[in-house]
């Protein structure tokens, strides 16, 4: 059967292959200790559970509004006015399922085809494809290590033609931790302002941080910003609540409306009960992820302090979300591996550790490492990343 061309270019999800990899092995009795999640291990907080069930129990189990249910959305419209400042409508808020799903919407309802988003790299792997979905481009740029991984507003603006339609900003980043600062977003939107570029700000780790900064969204910073900005967020990494796909974007009503027409005739609605979830989520008392940022903070420390000792491979320390992405040529090349897929391969069939290469976000001398496992996995992880690279040595 001929597919439909639009499918045709899109690649496999690299984290998806490698933990599937991981799963096949440790289901044939392999011990593997898998750096490749994408989620944090700790289960949905008990009060976000109670809530959850108090729902089921209730009879809310039945078809919501397209958008969200109203008192979630005003959960977010209250969320963004405590923790950043931003005042919203609840018109302005689409509640999706998941904010991997609010991305694909927005791109859906903006691009028109070969319309071109300027995309830094590395960059999380679902954008190009999201993009090319939606008949656009994606235009990648790659930042730099030098520059912590972070795109520079004069790259931005040599990447701008008559068919730029957006950027994508996401801080912190996803795979590599970097944390944008307000002057550096403060730049990169005077460029978009410039030349009337919607931004994309993916903030779904805003929570993640663990320097004594605080998270900035770009939309913050002015009214002409703000008016310029789609927030995308969501419940998924803050509250430990990846699997009840709950995520949401915020934005000009005219961008928010056909969103949602869109998502009545595709998901109907974000699922009831994972909805009064995320209500209770937004609205607990206290720093609820207070204990999970601080444990992922120590993990932080002890794994980028164990690279050190790893010869061939040199790391930038990230600030937030809990990713390390560590430029490993230099173990690759003296370990005899054309390519860091290939590397990436041999470490998994021979020491059981998976980590997702760095090609699945646009750098092809970087792997990506999770510190969403125990301390412990972390250090045998580590030893064994070690005596891979010694024993290979060429």
């Avoid at 972390?378 to 690279?389: G, H, N, P, Y």
Wanted: hydrophobic share 40%.
């Amino acid at each position: 059967m001929e597919l439909a061309n639009r499918v045709k270019t899109l690649s496999p999800s690299s984290t998806l292959a490698i933990t599937a990899k991981a799963n096949e092995l440790k289901k044939q009795g392999h011990d593997v200790i898998g750096l490749g999640a994408g989620e944090p291990d700790f289960n949905t907080p008990e009060n976000i559970l109670d809530a959850a069930e108090d729902a089921m129990r209730n009879g809310f189990t039945k078809y919501t509004p397209s958008g969200g249910i109203p008192e979630l959305k005003q959960a977010i419209v209250d969320k963004f006015q405590t923790d950043n400042g931003l005042s919203y409508t609840p018109e302005e808020i689409i509640v999706t399922t998941g904010a991997k799903h609010a991305l694909y919407t927005l791109f859906q309802v903006l691009l028109n085809k070969d319309d071109e988003v300027i995309v830094p790299a590395p960059y999380w792997v679902s954008y190009p494809e999201q993009i090319k979905l939606a008949g656009g481009k994606p235009v990648i740029v790659s930042a730099t290590e030098q520059n912590s991984f972070k795109i520079t507003p004069e790259q931005i603006e040599e990447a701008i033609t008559a068919k730029t339609k957006a950027v994508i900003i996401n801080s912190p980043n996803n795979p590599t931790g970097m944390v944008y600062s307000k002057e550096e977003l403060r730049k990169i939107g005077d460029i978009c302002l410039k030349h009337n570029i919607l931004i994309v700000s993916d903030e779904i780790y805003e929570k993640l941080i663990y320097t004594d900064d605080s998270h900035v969204s770009i939309a913050e910073i002015s009214a002409s910003l703000k008016e310029q900005t789609v927030i995308i967020n969501g419940v998924s990494k803050s509250h430990a609540m990846t699997g009840w796909r709950i995520g949401y974007a915020a934005g000009p009503s005219e961008l928010i409306k056909p969103m949602t027409n869109l998502a009545s005739h595709s998901t109907s609605n974000p699922t009831s009960i994972a909805q009064y979830a995320a209500l209770a989520a937004y609205r607990s008392e206290g720093d609820s992820n207070l204990e999970m940022r601080q444990i992922f903070a120590e993990r932080l420390e002890l794994l980028y302090g164990l690279l050190q000792d790893i010869p061939g491979i040199s790391c930038v320390k990230p600030k937030g979300a809990f990713y390390l992405f560590p430029n490993v040529e230099e173990a690759m090349n003296r370990n005899g591996y054309r390519t860091v897929d290939d590397w990436v391969k041999a470490l998994l069939e021979e020491e059981k550790v998976a980590l997702v290469p760095g090609t699945g976000f646009g750098a092809h001398e970087n792997v990506r490492l999770s510190y969403a496992v125990s301390s412990d996995a972390l250090k045998e992880a580590s030893q064994r990343i070690k005596r891979f690279v010694l024993n290979h040595q060429s």
